[in-house]
């Protein structure tokens, strides 16, 4: 995984919306469509095992002498990714922008007044292992060492790939291996399906904003998923990779097709200068959740990566066979056992049908933190 730092100036407040009639795509979950019928799709699982050692991205090696029985993530993708591959029973602690998560109310808060980490709260927690997403400072990151905490920092994802390295990661340090390849072979059976789907049709021109004034160039996991999806990024034509202020008079020139918003933009396509675009035009725009737009975490690529490509290629997306999470199963890395384990949809049902109402803030893991404008104060954030 490759390390990249860029400062975004967001606004703090965040509207959660619907999609409005003209829109080409919906947020939140996508709907349901064909899945693989009676196909597993396998993923071998690495090894679990301990003592386990690991640079980080304060350039430490972190050793952990077992599996931790609990956990305090810093950073909602971590959290995500936690649920999402059976650990979600050993976090103890997390932020206010994982407040979506179903049973998150449960855990200890540790978020500051304001913006960043309590280290006071954190400490409180007393987890045996803190995941700290790469917008946390070094400078939160020793003080918690200091504290006699063990701390791991990641790097940022700049692509689907480094998304699946952080969770199978994440699913090593934390004792969930197994559950980590099921979610990655989950991730990358979708994301597969959408790019095959697509392959051969006629790419849209998109941009996605954040809000700010900021759209997301190439080298980005946001750029991968439109790309998977059947869409060509035009802002990662102008300006390259990462995340880049794009002036309003850009935004025209670059005359997308289709307009990708969160949920709290979604009547922005009604205002210049996305009004003056042929996506503006035509009404043409694709809302997803803000949260799996935002977080580079197995669940946020399958159902940001299906809902984009539902919006720039609906007949192609409804004509796909997805896969499903009962579809997945895992072989364990030693001969024996032969058998599989199979996983079901049930849990993250339940737990993304909250997802809709949630708001978005600072600190999302690789995706950055998004704002609303309206409001009064500016934050610097970064994608991790």
Not at 137 to 151: E, F, P, W, Y
Not at 308 to 313: P, R
Request: hydrophobic residues 40%; glycine residues 10%; aromatic residues 6%.
């Amino acid at each position: 995984m490759r390390t990249r730092t860029t400062l975004l100036i967001v606004l703090c407040t965040l509207l959660v919306g619907v999609a409005p009639a003209g829109a080409v795509g919906a947020a939140g979950a996508p709907t349901a469509h064909a899945s693989v019928d009676n196909a597993a799709v396998q993923q071998s699982v690495p090894d679990c095992s301990y003592p386990l050692s690991s640079t980080d991205a304060t350039g430490t090696e972190v050793t952990i002498e077992e599996a931790p029985e609990t956990v305090t993530t810093l950073g909602p993708s971590a959290a995500q990714t936690m649920w999402e591959i059976g650990g979600k029973e050993q976090v103890v602690g997390l932020d206010q922008n994982a407040q979506y998560l179903a049973g998150a109310e449960s855990r200890t808060n540790v978020s500051a007044a304001g913006f960043g980490y309590s280290t006071e709260a954190v400490v409180g927690t007393e987890a045996d292992l803190v995941l700290a997403a790469n917008i946390v400072s070094n400078d939160t990151v020793a003080a918690l060492r200091n504290a006699g905490m063990t701390v791991y920092k990641f790097e940022s994802a700049t692509s689907i790939e480094d998304v699946a390295n952080k969770t199978a990661l994440i699913g090593q340090l934390t004792g969930n291996c197994e559950g980590a390849a099921e979610a990655n072979a989950w991730m990358n059976a979708n994301v597969d399906t959408a790019a095959e789907v697509t392959a051969d049709l006629d790419r849209p021109r998109v941009l996605v904003p954040l809000g700010g004034g900021f759209v997301v160039g190439n080298e980005t996991f946001i750029d991968a998923m439109v790309t998977a999806a059947g869409g060509e990024n035009v802002a990662a034509e102008r300006y390259g990779s990462g995340y880049t202020e794009a002036s309003d008079e850009v935004i025209v020139e670059l005359d997308p097709e289709i307009i990708v918003f969160q949920p709290w933009m979604a009547s922005y396509i009604g205002q210049e200068p996305f009004s003056l675009t042929t996506a503006g035009e035509n009404n043409a725009s694709v809302v997803v959740n803000a949260n799996y737009l935002s977080q580079p975490a197995p669940r946020s690529v399958v159902y940001a990566t299906r809902n984009l490509t539902e919006g720039f290629h609906p007949d192609a997306a409804a004509n796909a066979e997805w896969t499903a999470r009962g579809d997945v199963s895992v072989a364990t890395a030693t001969p024996t056992p032969t058998e599989t384990v199979a996983m079901t949809e049930t849990a993250t049902a339940t737990e993304t049908a909250t997802e809709q109402t949630t708001t978005e803030g600072p600190g999302f893991g690789a995706g950055a933190a998004v704002a609303a404008l309206g409001a009064g104060a500016a934050l610097l954030a970064r994608r991790d």
